[in-house]
């Protein structure tokens, strides 16, 4: 696994659904931008058109076959990475620090319920990691919590799910463990802004390229 590529200043959150991805990628996108560094917040599913097509199957107002959506998140992926405008290889390289909210480690955790985590891994092989992963570890029964105050839920929102798919996330942080990209799990049941904090000082304690 060590060969694979890490894209400097790409920054990844990850947890199960209400673990608090959003909230966090926003701070600390805030942080970066209040000490004048450039940074871009971003998605997955992407706002683009692959991704809009995802959040219909994920409403669940289409029905897909085993793979289909495995598939169309590859696809996502690989425009979100490589489109040479807004592209996040091409916003590292133009200086920026990228954020996304979820990215290859969702696929694994998610779309192996009903594709085989071997099939899903093989899809997102050739993806390059960030530099930084952060896993927010939430218990299931929190993030249900949480989400039982959302509107409506999507097709993975279900407790019986949740639980299995904390189960494929373990299994993907051990499969990237022995790789060159830094992997924090952080308690995500802290407040906050206490966390922001500690998720800023884990960077800030870096030495800025
Ligand atoms: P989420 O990030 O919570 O956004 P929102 O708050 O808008 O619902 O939801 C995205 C959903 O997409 C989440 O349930 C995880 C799922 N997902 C996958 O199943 N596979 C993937 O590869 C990615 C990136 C997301």
Known sequence: M??????????????LD???????????????????????????????FIG????????????V????IAKLFVSDRHEHLYN???????????????????????????????????????????????EHLFFLDVP?????HRLN???????YEEYALQEKILINYNKSLDLYSGTKMNIHIMDGTMDITELGKIIWSKL???PIK
Request: proline residues 3%; hydrophobic residues 30%; aromatic residues 8%.
């Open 2 to 15: 060590d060969k694979t590529d890490i894209i400097k200043n790409f920054i990844v959150f990850e947890g």
């Open 18 to 48: 209400g673990a608090g991805t959003t909230t966090q990628s926003k701070l600390l996108e805030k942080m970066f931008k209040s000490n004048n560094l450039k940074c871009v917040g971003t998605c997955e599913p992407t706002t683009g």
């Open 52 to 63: 809009k097509a995802i959040r219909e199957v994920l409403s669940g107002s289409i029905k």
């Open 65 to 68: 076959a085993p793979g289909t």
């Open 84 to 130: 040479d405008e807004t592209g996040i290889i091409v916003q590292c390289k133009r200086g920026s620090f990228v954020i996304s909210d979820r990215y290859l480690f969702s696929s694994l955790a998610y779309q192996s319920l009903d594709y085989g985590f071997d099939n899903v891994r093989e899809l997102n092989s050739s993806f390059p990691l960030p």
């Open 140 to 144: 299931s029964e929190i993030c249900q």
């Open 149 to 155: 105050t959302r509107n409506s839920l999507e097709i």
């Open 204 to 206: 800030s304690s870096l």
